[in-house]
């Protein structure tokens, strides 16, 4: 038996129903108290104690990368001084361009080429803080910090009396010191004002 097409698209839509059957239609629409929205769970990863560096002496050649926290009247020549390098080496090693200067912010964090020199803490006390990256200890961790609305770097260092830059590297794992983001945790290092 042949049919045509005609036919056979009447015969479907018969079968199928019209406005009228619905119903008597075994299939309803979805409503949207039909399902649930699972959040997926997530779980910080665990939290080793940081890495604290162990500095060479005041004025002995660092084989390892500094870094240096900018404070306020810090400049190029200053920088440079401090760790006996030339401004052309710190520009480059920053990857900064010659032209226009680089402009130096408080709170800057400025990389140091290796094999320069380790400023000594008078240095340190007119300007920010050298660390270096390299041979580690293990940190001695004083508290956690949950992070709350307008907290930063040189909010946290004020409130529990610690250096900027060692608060910094008792965080240098941690990705939160990186974002800030609320309810994340920030690890205070020893010595400073816990609760």
């Given at each position: 038996m042949k049919w045509s097409a005609a036919a056979a698209a009447c015969l479907l839509l018969t079968a199928c129903g019209t406005e009228d059957d619905n119903a008597r239609s075994p299939m309803q629409p979805v409503q949207p108290t039909s399902y649930v929205t699972l959040v997926p769970v997530t779980t910080p990863p665990p939290t080793e104690a940081?890495?604290?560096t162990t500095l060479p002496a005041e004025g002995a050649i660092n084989p390892n990368e500094?870094?240096?926290?900018?404070?306020?009247?810090?400049?190029?020549?200053?920088?440079?001084?401090?760790?006996?390098?030339?401004?052309?080496?710190?520009?480059?090693?920053?990857?900064?361009p010659a032209e226009p200067r680089h402009t130096f912010h408080v709170d800057d964090v400025v990389r140091i080429p290796p094999n320069s020199k380790q400023p000594g803490s008078g240095a340190a006390a007119d300007g920010g803080t050298a660390t270096a990256t390299g041979t580690t200890a293990p940190a001695q961790a004083g508290c956690m910090h949950e992070v709350v609305a307008n907290d930063n770097p040189s909010r946290l260092a004020e409130k529990y009396d610690v250096p900027l830059p060692a608060l910094a590297?008792?965080?240098?794992?941690?990705p939160a010191w990186n974002h800030f983001q609320l309810g994340s945790e920030i690890i205070i290092p020893g010595g400073g004002d816990c609760p």
């Open positions: 940081p890495p604290v500094q870094e240096y926290v900018v404070v306020p009247n810090d400049g190029e020549g200053k920088i440079a001084s401090m760790f006996g390098i030339t401004v052309d080496q710190l520009y480059e090693y920053n990857g900064w590297q008792a965080n240098a794992g941690n």
